[in-house]
């Protein structure tokens, strides 16, 4: 059975200063959705009905999101008749979801974060997601982790979602090689560009066994002193079929500034009410 996901969220956002002085950056909106929300709506599509917030005491908005909506916010709109926001605000949780809240205090590094989280996973889990929710990949049909499941579902293996990145960009990422048959085969986190296996970076969508959540307690500090989940997953590789998923549709790193302007950009020329004039708006302002 796999049905959760870890979101690791305690993370500092600090590159979205000042405006994550106190707002959470997984809650900076893509037009009008936040990060989390999105990741949320595309793990549930992935058929996961349980989600596992890592999170730092800091950051409470993340879980008053994924709370019910506020009672007189809901009367006021049904009052005004406000149908369209109405929906919006109650379907920001899918009905079903169950969230667990595990709390991360010192950020030790993405492989410790995963780790508490599997304290929250089920003991009967065959496997576990994780995402990373400023990864925000706007894909078609259901997304990216649930091409992940159905390629598991097919085949049994697991995966990671990949991309080729130029070498100058590798040392930003956990990097793959495969063998022939696909299989991943090393993995290293953050390599200088001559220590690199390939140009494959991993994007943050994960399909895992669950001895994940066994490997990471015996990972010692890594790249940057910290406790990494690429290391995790390299000690399952024997193992394991693990498969690097290059995903369909694109990906904007929204833990960038540039890249969320990209995807608020890409959403908002594919919003009816706002392409046209944004369209129009661009081409003389360019
Ligand atoms: C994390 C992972 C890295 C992965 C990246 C994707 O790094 O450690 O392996 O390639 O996310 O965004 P971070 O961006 O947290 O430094």
């Known amino acids: 059975m796999i049905n959760t996901v870890i979101l690791p969220v305690a993370g500092l956002g600090t590159r ?3 405006a994550t002085k106190s707002v959470p950056k997984e809650l900076l909106p893509v037009v009008d959705k936040p990060l989390l929300q999105y990741a949320v709506e595309e793990a549930w599509r992935a058929g996961m ?5 890592v999170n730092s005491p800091k950051k409470q908005g993340l879980e008053t999101h994924l709370q019910a909506a506020d009672p007189e ?3 006021d709109l049904t009052a ?3 149908q369209d926001l109405l929906d919006a605000l109650l379907g920001t949780v899918p009905e079903g979801l169950t969230v667990s809240v595990v709390m991360q205090p010192q950020a030790l590094g993405l492989g410790h974060a995963v780790g508490l989280g599997g304290t929250a996973v089920p003991s009967d889990a065959t496997g576990v997601a994780v995402m990373l929710v400023d990864d925000f990949i706007d894909a078609p049909d259901a997304g990216c982790l649930s091409d992940m499941v159905a390629l598991h579902d097919d085949t049994g293996a697991w995966s990671l979602a990949v991309e080729e990145v130029p070498m100058t960009q590798v040392h930003r990422y956990g990097v793959v090689s495969l063998n022939d048959s696909g299989r991943i085969q090393a993995m290293v986190e ?3 560009a001559e220590d690199a296996p390939s140009n494959l970076a991993v994007v943050g969508r994960y399909l895992l066994p669950a001895a994940i959540i066994s490997a990471l307690a015996d990972v010692k500090p890594g790249a940057g002193g910290e406790i990494q989940l690429t290391d995790g997953i390299a000690a399952l590789l024997a193992d394991y079929d693990i498969r690097a998923h290059r995903f369909s ?3 904007y790193d929204c833990g ?5 302007a990209q995807a608020n950009m890409a959403l908002a020329l594919r919003d009816p009410a706002m392409a046209q004039p944004l ?3 661009l081409k003389e302002f360019l």
């Open 279 to 281: 369209r129009a708006w």
């Open 73 to 75: 916010l809901v009367a």
């Open 49 to 53: 009905t349980h989600v596992v917030l």
């Open 256 to 260: 960038s500034k540039l890249g969320y």
């Open 190 to 192: 953050k390599p200088f």
């Open 80 to 82: 005004k008749g406000k």
């Open 16 to 18: 979205f200063l000042p």
């Open 249 to 251: 549709g694109v990906r």
